[in-house]
């Protein structure tokens, strides 16, 4: 079974630009997470979709934003780039439990590089 | 705000030693997730937590939920170099629905 992938693996931008990050979840995963690991950090909570909308939102500006589409399938996009949005962006997927969200499992990331 | 601590920071060992780390929450969870990552790589989960009290192990490592739902403990027994890496402690709070708060990581070095 293929696990959470995403892409690109890397990204280069520069000041100002537009970045977009995609993940595919986990077969039969309906919850995609995003977050946001700055170097030496640990995991900033960005963004939970699920079934198609926006469940829950960390504390990141508006820039950030994102979209499910109707296969679980995400994207994550960051507007207006600053050099401090530099960061490993990682996605997780889950089944939904009846208790909430299940367990999440990560993909490999998307290295977001801010010149 | 709310506040998770993890620690150590860090841990050098040598190979054979037991290791242990913990976080501590200023809420109440209903979650605690125990993940390492690797270098270059996305977290990957090692042991899941529901309960308050529930211990539970995987191979080496055991992980307990605190009673009073605001701690959980991870234990690495007898330690070899795979298990080197950044180990992160994550949980949800009752009031915050689908988001994971994570700690700051332990990294473990294991030594020959």
């Known amino acids: 079974e293929a696990g959470v992938t995403q892409s690109p693996t890397h990204l280069i931008k520069t000041r100002g630009q537009q970045a977009t990050l995609r993940c595919s979840p986990i077969?039969?995963?309906?919850?995609v997470y995003w977050y946001q690991q700055a170097l030496g950090l640990g995991l900033q909570f960005l963004l939970w979709?699920?079934?198609?909308?926006?469940?829950n939102r960390g504390n990141f500006p508006p820039r950030f934003s994102g979209r499910q589409f109707p296969n679980y399938s995400s994207e994550l996009n960051v507007n207006a780039l600053e050099l401090e949005d530099s960061a490993l962006y990682l996605c997780?997927?889950?089944?939904?439990?009846?208790?909430?969200?299940?367990?999440?499992?990560f993909g490999e990331g998307s290295r977001l590089t801010v010149l | 705000g709310q506040q998770l601590n993890q620690s150590p920071q860090s841990m050098f060992i040598q190979e054979g030693e037991d290791v242990s780390m913990n976080c501590t929450s200023s809420?109440?969870?209903?979650?605690w997730l125990w993940y390492k990552q690797d270098p270059g790589e996305g977290p990957v989960l090692l042991i899941a937590?529901?309960?308050?009290?529930e211990l539970t192990s995987n191979g080496r490592l055991t992980a307990q939920f605190g009673i009073t739902r605001k701690d959980s403990f991870l234990n690495i027994s007898a330690s070899i170099p795979s298990d080197v890496g950044i180990y992160f402690c994550?949980?949800?709070?009752?009031?915050?629905?689908?988001?994971?708060?994570f700690g700051a990581g332990t990294q473990v070095v294991v030594t020959p």
């Open positions: 997780a997927s889950s089944k939904r439990t009846k208790s909430g969200p299940g367990e999440l499992f």
């Open positions: 077969s039969g995963h309906t919850s």
């Open positions: 979709y699920d079934e198609g909308e926006e469940r």
């Open positions: 809420s109440i969870f209903n979650t």
């Open positions: 937590l529901y309960k308050a009290g």
């Open positions: 994550a949980g949800q709070y009752t009031d915050s629905w689908g988001k994971l708060q």
